[in-house]
């Protein structure tokens, strides 16, 4: 079951990756209705346990999720915008501080964390000069690369467990019936 969730994974992760605009709204959108879905679930834990000290707070909490659920389905090209900025920024903080840091410490991995520094800094300045257009398709292909390398790691463990499985077996007795014993 593991390789065949694998192979889907990795199918819609290569369907993704040629259409990384729909892939990008089709996140999106999945990425409001989960922050809808769970506002709600949220208002009703908090109506639940409104005895509680922290029930205006859980309220409060679920009212900014439904709300910015809404606004990201009403809205998914605006959203997929505000966090293609939000990655770039990422990038950008992330790959100074591992650049200076590589430099300031000069550890036992310095070149790699120099290296993974300048990719991430690299990487920010490229969307964020293509942006807003970048955020067409920066999303998107995060998260179908995301999938295609989750779905090949399940792959692999679907593949490798039943062999793994397979071996063990042919070393245990088995009965009249070709069940193992006990």
Same mark, same amino acid.
């Not at 079951?1 to 819609?12: E, K, P, Q, T, Y």
């Not at 067409?136 to 679907?158: E, K, Q």
């Given at each position: 079951?593991l390789?065949?969730?694998?192979?889907?994974?990795?199918?819609?992760?290569?369907?993704?990756?040629?259409?990384?605009?729909?892939?990008?709204?089709?996140s999106?959108?999945?990425f409001?209705w989960l922050?809808?879905?769970?506002?709600?679930?949220?208002?009703?834990?908090?109506v639940?346990?409104r005895?509680?000290?922290?029930?205006?707070?859980?309220?409060?909490?679920?009212a900014l999720?439904?709300?910015?659920g809404?606004?990201?389905?009403?809205?998914?090209v605006?959203?997929?915008?505000?966090?293609?900025?939000f990655?770039?920024?990422?990038?950008?903080?992330?790959?100074?501080?591992?650049?200076?840091? =590589?430099?300031? !410490?000069? %550890?036992?991995? /310095?070149?790699?964390?120099? +290296?993974?520094?300048?990719? #991430? &800094? *690299?990487?920010g300045?490229?969307?964020l000069?293509?942006?807003?257009?970048? =955020?067409?398709? !920066?999303? %998107?292909?995060? /998260?179908?690369?995301?999938l +295609?390398?989750?779905?090949l #790691? &399940? *792959?692999?463990?679907?593949v490798?467990g039943?062999?793994?499985?397979?071996?063990?077996?042919?070393?245990?007795?088995?009965?009249d019936?070709?069940?193992l014993?006990k």
């Amino acid at each position: 079951m593991l390789a065949v969730l694998g192979a889907i994974l990795v199918v819609g992760g290569l369907v993704g990756l040629f259409y990384t605009a729909f892939a990008t709204l089709t996140s999106m959108l999945l990425f409001g209705w989960l922050l809808l879905v769970g506002g709600f679930v949220g208002l009703l834990h908090a109506v639940e346990s409104r005895k509680e000290g922290y029930f205006w707070l859980a309220v409060v909490v679920a009212a900014l999720n439904i709300a910015a659920g809404a606004v990201v389905i009403r809205h998914p090209v605006e959203s997929a915008e505000a966090l293609t900025m939000f990655a770039a920024l990422l990038f950008l903080t992330g790959g100074v501080f591992r650049l200076v840091g =590589s430099v300031v !410490v000069r %550890g036992p991995q /310095f070149g790699w964390t120099l +290296l993974q520094g300048a990719f #991430g &800094l *690299l990487l920010g300045l490229l969307v964020l000069f293509e942006w807003p257009s970048s =955020s067409l398709y !920066v999303l %998107g292909t995060f /998260f179908s690369l995301a999938l +295609l390398f989750d779905g090949l #790691g &399940l *792959l692999a463990i679907g593949v490798g467990g039943r062999r793994i499985v397979h071996m063990v077996s042919a070393d245990l007795p088995e009965d009249d019936h070709g069940r193992l014993r006990k």
